[in-house]
Structure formats: structure tokens, C-alpha cells
């Protein structure tokens, strides 16, 4: 669509007129970002920075904050306490954000509240026309539309109508600044590459990109590494874990992930991969338990035993012996932060920075550049093939410097860095990084034409998108085509799997508890995996906050305490998605996007 997901900046939260928080529990998962950006923007202690930002005579309106979640979440509550008038909640069924971002933009489409300048000049009007007529119903009548928008979500009418309204009517004076921030409640949806087009045309029709307070991307909250030259060999299928669970494969080799907790249908995963791990460890260690001698002997048998059976060699790059490494056959220490240099970017700002080693990783623990360094040396010397030349960096400033030179031509002016990849750095330096600190630079970096100073990109695509022509590109997808299998059986037999699930994140636990799950307070906050119920639903099956149930459906089961509250509503049940106790992706469903291949991991019965 020539739209990156990470092209505004967080300050454009303290300068918006409308935030959007559609599947972003911010106070949970990006809590600087809400404390130090959104909490003091709804208070109003920003307006000065407002007024300075906009344009001249603009109305600068109090903030008003959508919050598109089917949970009352700790983000939504900390606002509703602030001021509930400026605050609206909408509740989506699970998987039908698509229908709902499309009804709002019907809706600001037939009250002409839409950025016609910026549709008309920056837009490609054939795919527009498609678009609207296609997936907006453009001849079906309006009130048709959101009839069958709120049967399917479940969001009442007004509600979509009013959002809408908030997201895009025209001030006194001057258009709506409305900053988007989506995450996983959206990436990890039903018809992913759908809804996630849904959500960013939406903002596209007013034109909300670009300019200070605007933008419609991911909200972030963690670092990332970026860069990712082309891979000359023969690539994976889309769908990795099918692959394994049917047989495909023969090595695997896990870098700093823990797949038996996070991969969906998580428990047939972890008994699959265990079984296949498992068949080659038996074929290696014969009748009589013998081990091939040295380690030319022991590659052969491996190799045999690979070829001739079901087998599986699992090789993990960790810190820490995870549930997925103690089944692997082989496990390479790594370092970790702090134990190596390491760039990252973040990903609400893109801030490119560095973060310089002060400890030496312990025993015979290895930065991953220079374990995948020593593999490939090995490979070529085994092989001879040029697709494992180039690996003899003499420290991590050669390997970010190579990947640098993976970039085009970056001396361009300010409208030239649209066109450019998003994490573009070509010409830094780790000199460069250590003088500019924690500020870093805002990728992509561009080299000035006139003066030749680097140079970072605070905001994109004010100028141009990044197509062929520059124009956005619209996506005419179809409309509601329904649930797909397992979740369509589930359905139909409601009386024996009455609840939906979801799944989130708490602030407590970072992720899959990584380091957290080893600090005795951290886990003393959060001792046991959890979900919380409706007290009605509660009432029902006869469930007292704090007991121990067992959550179960057709992928498997989960052991939590229950904890009964009002968040979720009734009908559903929030899950916290990762515990080093329990996993809710032991009952996530294998249902993958067809186009992007990432998994439904926000719904399931």
C-alpha cells in the first residue's frame, strides 16, 4: 500500500486531536508511551505544544481517545477516570475489526467528512473507486451497511457512527488530527493483511499521516532488529509450523524465541517437535545406547539417520535452558544484553541506537553474529558454496556496517526519505551513535544533497508513499466471509463450547516471562497464568475468584487461577497469553492469515 507500519512518532501522541487505541493496551504493553505521552495530553498539559505544532489559526480541541477492544482494559479505565465524556469504548467480536473499520469509513465517506484534497492528490484513484464500491458497498444504502456492521460486530450503530465522527469530522478550523496506533489485537486478528488495510484506509481517507498529531501505525513497546538482506537460498514455506507438524524439516534452529510456548496449537506443537527430536536421539544412540564417537562420526549419523526416518535435529541460540532447548540436540550459549554490542530500533519512533556491552558474557557464551559467523565458516569450508562467503567480520561494527551497504542510495532531500526503507542507515557509525546517545537517530537516515550531514526522519510520508508513483494504494478486499474451521465448529456447537477466548499481555511479565519469570518479585505479582471471567459467567459455572480451573477446548488445555472481573464481557474469556506455568497458545487454534501467513492468535472457543 506504500504505507510502513512505523512512520510516526510518539510525540504525535501529545499532539493529536483524536487517539485511536485499536487493539493497544498501552498502560500494559507500552507504558511510557502512555504515561509520559497520552496520560499527559488527556489531562491537557500539552496544549501548548499543540497550539505551537498546528497550523495557524487551527482549532486545537481537548483530546478525545477510541478505544476498539472487546475488554474494559487498564488503559481504558485509567482514561474513563480522567474524564469519561471524552472517552468511547467500542467492543468488536472477535475478528470482525475489518467490518468495523469499513463501516466507519462508509460512514465518513457519505457525511463527505474524508480529506478530498488528499484522496485526489496523493491516492491512486482506480483502486479507490474499487475500494469503495467493492468493499464499502458504495450502492448499498447506509443505514443497510451499519445494520449489518453492527450484527456482525456487535458495536451498536451510534457507536460506529459517533467514531467516526471523532476520528474525522472536520474541526471549527482545520482537519482532524487523529493518531492510529494498532498492535497485536489487529496483527494477530482474523484476516490479518484484511484488517489490517481496513484500519490504515480508514485513516488514509483523512488523510491522517504525515503532519504533527497524525499517523496510523504500529504502537509498539519493544525493540527490534531490522535489517534483513535477501536470503540466496531456497526459502521455507509460509507456514513453518505445518511444515514441522506434518513431517517437513529436517533441522530447525531456534534463536531467541521460545516456540513451545508462543507458536499456536501449542501443545500438539511441543508433542509433535518432541517426538520428532526424540526419533533421532533413538536412532543416534542405537540398541545399546552407544553415541558415535568424535564429531565426524556423530555428523554422519545424524545425517543418516535424517535421511532415513522422521527424525528432527533442534538446534537453540539461548540464554537460558527454555522448554523448547531441552529437547534440542545441540544448544549454543548466547549473550545477552549488556554481554555484547547491540543496534536495535524502537519501534514507536524508530529510534535507531546502540547499546554498548560493560560485562563479558559468561563460560562459552557468544554474541549471535559471531555464532552464525562461526557456522558459516564451518559451511563454506564444508561446502564451497559463495552463499556462505562473507562471513569473517572481526567484530559487530563490521556486520552493522555490511548491513548498511543493503540500503539504496540515501542522499536524498526530506521528500526523497519517504521512498526509502524504513530502517535505512546507511553512512552511521557506532561513533556516531555513541556521541548522539538515547536520542539516536529516527530512521530512515538520509544524507542531506546540499550539505552531506546524516540526517533522521521525524515523521513519513508527508510527501510522497512509498509506490512506484507515490500514491497510497488501496485494497479491495471482500466483505465478512465468516469464521474459518476450527472456530466455524466451535460455533456451531455453542452449547458445549459456550466461551470465546482471548488473549493479552500484563505489564508484570514481559512477554514469555524471559528474564521476569527469574526476578522473585516480578513472578511473586503474577505466581500462576490467569484468566478473567465475567462475575455473571462466574455465577454460572459456579467459579470463585481465586479458584484453580481448567480451560480446555479441541488444541488443549490450560490450568489458571481464575480471576473474576468485569473486564471481559460476558461470553468471554481473557487469558493471559504467556506463563513459565502455562501457555493460553495450548488453546490458540492453527488458523494462519493465507496471505501474510501469521496466526489468529487473539481468538479462539
Not at 521512498?419 to 548522539?436: H, I, K, N, Q, S
Amino acid at each position: 500500500r506504500g504505507v510502513h507500519e512505523l512512520h510516526y512518532t510518539a510525540e504525535d501522541a501529545r499532539l493529536c486531536d483524536t487517539l485511536v487505541l485499536w487493539g493497544a493496551n498501552s498502560y500494559e504493553t507500552a507504558t511510557v508511551l502512555f504515561t509520559d505521552h497520552v496520560l499527559p495530553a488527556f489531562r491537557g498539559e500539552s496544549l501548548a505544544e499543540r497550539r505551537a505544532a498546528v497550523d495557524p489559526g487551527e482549532t486545537v480541541e481537548p483530546l478525545r481517545v477510541v478505544v476498539i477492544d472487546p475488554r474494559r482494559s487498564s488503559s481504558l479505565e485509567a482514561l474513563r477516570t480522567l474524564d469519561p465524556e471524552r472517552v468511547l469504548h467500542l467492543r468488536p467480536a472477535p475478528g470482525t475489526d475489518l467490518v468495523l473499520a469499513n463501516a466507519m469509513s462508509r460512514v465518513v465517506l457519505d457525511r463527505r467528512w474524508q480529506d478530498e484534497a488528499f484522496v485526489r492528490d496523493r491516492t491512486d484513484a482506480e483502486g479507490f473507486a474499487a475500494w469503495r464500491e467493492h468493499t464499502l458497498g458504495g450502492r448499498t444504502p447506509l443505514a443497510q451497511v451499519l445494520a449489518e456492521a453492527e450484527r456482525i460486530t456487535g458495536v451498536p450503530r451510534a457507536d460506529i457512527e459517533r467514531a467516526a465522527e471523532w476520528t474525522h469530522r472536520p474541526k471549527r478550523h482545520g482537519r482532524k488530527r487523529t493518531l492510529t496506533l494498532y498492535e497485536k489485537g489487529v496483527i494477530w486478528n482474523l484476516r490479518n493483511h484484511d484488517t489490517v488495510a481496513s484500519v490504515v484506509q480508514l485513516a488514509m481517507l483523512g488523510g491522517h499521516v504525515g503532519r504533527p498529531g497524525t499517523g496510523c501505525g504500529r504502537q509498539g513497546g519493544h525493540q527490534e532488529g531490522y535489517v534483513r538482506p535477501p536470503y540466496p537460498g531456497p526459502r521455507p514455506p509460509p507456514n513453518v509450523d505445518a511444515h514441522l507438524l506434518g513431517g517437513g524439516g529436517k533441522a530447525l534452529w531456534v534463536m531467541g524465541t521460545n516456540p513451545y510456548l508462543t507458536t499456536p496449537n501449542a501443545q500438539r506443537y511441543r508433542a509433535r517437535l518432541h517426538e520428532r527430536t526424540l526419533a533421532l536421539t533413538r536412532a543416534l544412540t542405537g540398541p545399546r545406547g552407544s553415541d558415535p564417537a568424535g564429531p565426524e562420526a556423530r555428523a554422519d549419523a545424524i545425517v543418516r539417520a535424517l535421511d532415513q526416518g522422521d527424525g528432527l535435529f533442534l538446534v537453540v541460540s539461548e540464554l537460558y535452558l527454555t522448554d523448547t532447548a531441552r529437547d534440542a540436540h545441540l544448544v549454543l550459549p548466547a549473550a545477552g544484553w549488556g554481554e555484547a554490542e547491540l543496534t536495535s530500533i524502537n519501534c514507536n519512533s524508530r529510534l535507531l541506537r546502540l547499546y554498548d556491552r560493560f560485562v563479558d558474557p559468561p563460560g562459552d557464551a557468544l554474541p549471535d553474529w559471531e555464532i552464525c559467523a562461526r557456522v558459516a565458516r564451518r559451511m563454506a569450508a564444508l561446502t564451497g558454496e559463495p552463499r556462505y562467503a562473507g562471513f569473517d567480520w572481526d567484530g559487530p561494527e563490521a556486520v552493522f556496517l555490511e548491513g548498511g551497504t543493503t540500503f539504496p542510495d540515501n542522499r536524498v532531500d526530506e521528500a526523497g526519505a519517504d521512498g526509502l526503507p524504513c530502517e535505512t542507515y546507511a553512512g552511521v557509525t557506532y561513533a556516531m551513535l555513541r556521541e548522539r546517545g538515547p536520542k539516536g537517530f529516527q530512521t530512515p537516515v538520509r544524507r542531506d544533497p546540499g550539505t552531506g550531514e546524516l540526517v533522521g526522519t521525524k515523521r513519513r510520508f508527508a510527501h510522497r508513499f512509498a509506490t512506484d508513483d507515490g500514491r497510497f494504494r488501496w485494497h479491495a478486499s471482500d466483505g465478512w466471509t465468516g469464521y474459518p474451521e476450527p472456530v466455524a465448529t466451535y460455533l456451531a456447537s455453542a452449547d458445549r463450547w459456550p466461551f470465546w477466548l482471548t488473549t493479552g499481555r500484563t505489564q508484570r511479565l514481559w512477554q514469555t516471562g524471559y528474564h521476569d519469570q527469574r526476578i522473585e518479585e516480578r513472578l511473586a505479582d503474577v505466581p500462576l497464568p490467569y484468566v478473567e471471567l465475567h462475575p455473571d459467567d462466574a455465577a454460572t459455572l459456579g467459579v470463585a475468584h481465586g479458584d484453580l480451573v481448567e480451560v480446555h477446548n479441541e488444541e488443549g488445555n490450560l490450568v489458571a487461577q481464575a480471576r473474576v472481573l468485569d473486564g471481559p464481557p460476558r461470553g468471554m474469556v481473557f487469558a493471559l497469553q504467556f506463563h513459565p506455568l502455562g501457555t493460553a497458545n495450548d488453546l490458540t487454534n492453527p488458523h494462519v492469515d493465507a496471505t501474510t501467513g501469521i496466526p489468529w492468535y487473539k481468538a479462539t472457543r
